[in-house]
C-alpha cells in the first residue's frame, strides 16, 4: 500500500531533550516536506527536501534539522525542544511534476514540557 | 507573500449542499487544490483546479474559481455524515504541490 508513514504519532518530552521524528514513504517519491498544525494558524512549512541531499527552509525553520540521505526517508531533528515546538507535524510527499499531490502522514503529536 | 483565507466553520443538515469559500492573494497561483482531513489522520487531496479553468466537477464535488477575484470554492452537494472533517484550500504557483500555501481549513459539521 502506497503511503506515508510516521513515527511515533504520539511524542511527550521535556524541554532540551533532542528527539527526531521518522518519516518514511515507499512511493519513490522525489519531493518530501515537514509541516506543523497550530490552532488559528493552519499548516505552515518547516523544512522540504526536492531530492536527496536536497533540503530548503520553509516558513518556520527555526529549532528543527532535516536530512535526506535517501530518497524514502526525511527525518525532522529537534536538537533542543522547547515548549513552543509542541504541535501537531506531519510528514508528506510527492512526485516532482506536473499536478502531483501531496500524501499526508497521519501525523505526530508533540508535547514539550 | 502568499496568503490564503478561509472562514472556520460550517454547519449544514444531512442532504443538504455545503459551499466552502476560499480567497487568495497571489495572483500567479497556477494551482489551486482542496484537501480534507479527518480526525486523527493527515489530509488527504480531494481534489484540484489549474488556473486557467473555471470549474471542476468530480461526483458530487464541484470547485468553482473566480481568477478575478481570486476566489476558490468548493460545494459538496448531498451532504452525508462521512463528509463531517476540515477542508483546507491550498495554492501553488508551481508545478510541484509540495510548494503550496494553505488556508487554516474549513472545520465542516454535518447534522443529521
Known amino acids: 500500500e502506497a503511503q506515508v508513514t510516521q513515527n511515533p504519532r504520539y511524542l511527550i518530552t521535556v524541554t532540551g531533550k533532542k528527539l527526531t521524528v521518522t518519516c518514511s514513504q515507499n512511493m519513490n517519491h522525489e519531493y518530501m516536506s515537514w509541516y506543523r498544525q497550530d490552532p488559528g494558524l493552519g499548516l505552515r512549512q518547516i523544512y522540504y527536501s526536492m531530492n536527496v541531499e536536497v533540503t530548503d527552509k520553509g516558513d518556520v525553520p527555526e529549532g528543527y534539522k532535516v536530512s535526506r540521505k535517501e530518497k524514502r526517508n526525511f527525518p525532522l531533528i529537534l536538537e533542543s525542544p522547547s515548549p513552543n515546538q509542541t504541535s501537531l507535524y506531519f510528514c508528506?510527499?510527492?512526485?516532482?511534476?506536473?499536478?502531483?499531490?501531496?500524501?499526508f502522514g497521519n501525523g505526530t503529536r508533540l508535547t514539550v514540557t | 507573500g502568499e496568503d490564503v483565507e478561509q472562514s472556520l466553520f460550517l454547519s449544514v443538515r444531512e442532504g443538504d449542499s455545503s459551499v466552502i469559500n476560499c480567497t487568495y492573494t497571489?495572483?500567479?497561483?497556477?494551482?489551486l487544490y482542496w484537501y480534507k482531513q479527518e480526525p486523527g489522520a493527515g489530509l488527504q487531496l480531494l481534489t484540484y483546479?489549474?488556473?486557467?479553468?473555471d470549474m471542476k466537477q468530480d461526483q458530487r464535488l464541484t470547485v468553482l474559481l473566480n481568477k478575478k477575484d481570486k476566489h476558490l470554492s468548493l460545494r459538496i452537494a448531498d451532504t452525508q455524515t462521512g463528509d463531517s472533517a476540515i477542508y483546507f484550500c491550498a495554492e501553488s504557483r508551481f508545478a510541484n504541490a509540495g510548494k503550496s500555501t494553505f488556508g487554516d481549513g474549513t472545520t465542516l459539521t454535518v447534522k443529521p
Open positions: 508528506a510527499s510527492s512526485l516532482f511534476r506536473n499536478n502531483s499531490p501531496l500524501h
Open positions: 483546479i489549474f488556473s486557467n479553468m
Open positions: 497571489d495572483s500567479s497561483s497556477t494551482y
